[in-house]
């Protein structure tokens, strides 16, 4: 079974970071590319970042919405099956909830799974 | 950039077709991907590939896509279809996302 664990939301100033955490379990990690998605509650989906799964494929290594450009860094440890998003200058509205997703392929192509997501709030 | 484009809100009997557009420059040439998020749920892969159909989405969920429209068709529709879809796809180097439709079932 999928499990996506999100973690290292909360409160942070305008201004600010924050690193997210993503822990994976009950599938081959190394061979999926992984995305962050986030959603404003009530508000439409918004695709932030993505790390693919390795260089032998169509698309290789990171990619990022223009809004996370500069600002967003995706990384990923495939020997701890995790997925990570370090986030600085924070905006108000980078405040959202944010989900861990899996992809169904090692290239980038689409939103197979997703986690719970973590909460984000950039306020002061 | 691309732009996916769908309707804000569709509405539907029970027991009936609904069917839901995305419209974007040349989509047919692309692989789209349909996403359901019943109320206080995450998000859940519907349609992958135009037309492919994850395990456990029953074969009541279809797509198409051709010219500049893929669109996702729900036959025999039930009150538990109630939920917000998005069309997606990945352009080169990034994800597109269309806007959310709302699926009413009357």
């Known amino acids: 079974e999928f499990q996506l664990v999100e973690s290292g939301g909360g409160v942070v100033q305008p201004g600010g970071s924050l690193r997210l955490s993503c822990a994976a379990s009950g599938f081959f990690f190394k061979n999926y590319a992984m995305h962050w998605v986030r959603q404003v509650p009530g508000k439409g989906l918004e695709w932030v970042s993505v790390?693919?799964?390795?260089?032998?494929?169509?698309?290789?290594?990171?990619s990022y919405a223009e809004s996370a450009k500069g600002r967003f860094s995706i990384s990923r440890d495939n020997r701890k099956n995790s997925l990570y998003l370090q986030m600085s200058r924070l905006r108000p509205e980078d405040s959202a909830i944010y989900y861990c997703v899996k992809d169904m392929y090692k290239s980038p192509s689409n939103f197979d799974f997703w986690g719970q997501g973590t909460l984000v709030t950039v306020s002061s | 950039s691309y732009v996916l484009t769908q309707p804000p809100s569709v509405s539907v009997a029970p027991g009936q077709t609904a069917t839901i557009p995305c419209r974007g420059d040349n989509i047919g040439t692309y692989s789209v991907h349909w996403h359901r998020q019943r109320p206080g749920r995450t998000p859940e892969l519907v349609v992958f590939d135009d037309h492919g159909r994850p395990s456990g989405i029953p074969a009541r969920f279809s797509g198409s896509n051709s010219g500049n429209t893929a669109t996702l068709t729900i036959s025999r529709v039930e009150a538990g279809d109630e939920a917000d879809y998005y069309c997606q796809l990945w352009d080169t180097d990034h994800v597109v996302l269309g806007g959310g439709t709302k699926l009413t079932v009357l």
């Open positions: 790390f693919s799964a390795d260089d032998d494929v169509p698309y290789s290594g990171p």
